[in-house]
């Protein structure tokens, strides 16, 4: 039952976030545990043992690539190929993200959707006072009226599985993951942000899949619970 409610969660999260820009989905696998052994047969000292299994949920973070859309907004980024973006998060952690739809904060300083403040190549990006054209190349340098202002730094990890979520779409990496190493020259894309890598219609199918998976298992263990109790009840009524 815990694997099914596993699922369950992977899936139901999937749903609700999968309309942020850059978000990973979560992958759930499935494998057997030993789960004891069951005697077959009515004198249980001379037969054999049955093994019995039981299955247990592995999740994990799917790092594939969404598809690339185009929008008008000149602070919508997305990176091309593997890479995060880094912000730093009110108590003063970095956390990392594939989610580019960032804004200016009222001192002008480059913030994701959240409020936490981007970081740049040599640390928070700060705009003129002027509204001129924004422009990225694919270094990560911005500019601004044709004037560079600062530098988009992208990040990566040796061991991509190593990151939890942190919640809003971002990750973080393990107490005991490496690291992130800073990408030399990411391919940064402006205009365009990243979609999120779920396909609502694929997990709406796992959402009927997994409900009728977790009913079967309960009807499974009530017939189980049912033959066992009269079982009870004969050998009670043999012995009186």
Not at 12 to 27: A, C, R
Not at 63 to 76: A, I, P, V, W
Request: hydrophobic share 30%; no cysteine.
């Amino acid at each position: 039952m815990a694997a099914y409610e596993k699922w369950q969660e992977a899936i139901s999260q999937n749903i609700s976030e999968g309309s942020l820009p850059g978000f990973k989905k979560t992958e759930i696998s499935f494998s057997a545990i030993e789960g004891g052994s069951s005697v077959v047969g009515k004198d249980a000292s001379n037969n054999d043992r049955i093994p019995t299994t039981m299955p247990t949920a592995s999740p994990a973070i799917s790092f594939s690539q969404g598809e690339l859309s185009h929008t008008e907004n000149g602070l919508d980024f997305a990176i091309q190929g593997n890479g995060f973006f880094q912000v730093r998060q009110p108590d003063g952690q970095m956390a990392y993200t594939r989610d580019g739809q960032f804004h200016l904060s009222p001192t002008k300083t480059l913030v994701n959707s959240s409020g936490m403040t981007v970081m740049g190549d040599s640390g928070p990006i700060t705009f003129n006072s002027g509204s001129g054209p924004i422009a990225i190349n694919q270094d990560g340098v911005i500019t601004q009226e044709d004037k560079p202002i600062g530098k988009l730094a992208a990040y990566d990890f040796t061991d991509p599985s190593q990151l939890r979520r942190v919640g809003g779409g971002l990750l973080a990496p393990n107490d005991s993951g490496a690291p992130p190493t800073k990408i030399d020259r990411p391919q940064i894309l402006n205009n365009y942000l990243e979609d999120s890598n779920v396909t609502p219609m694929r997990e709406m199918v796992s959402l009927v899949s997994v409900s009728r998976a977790y009913e079967a298992s309960q009807k499974v263990v009530q017939t189980a619970d049912d033959n066992q109790d009269k079982a009870i009840q004969i050998l009670g009524n043999v012995s009186s």
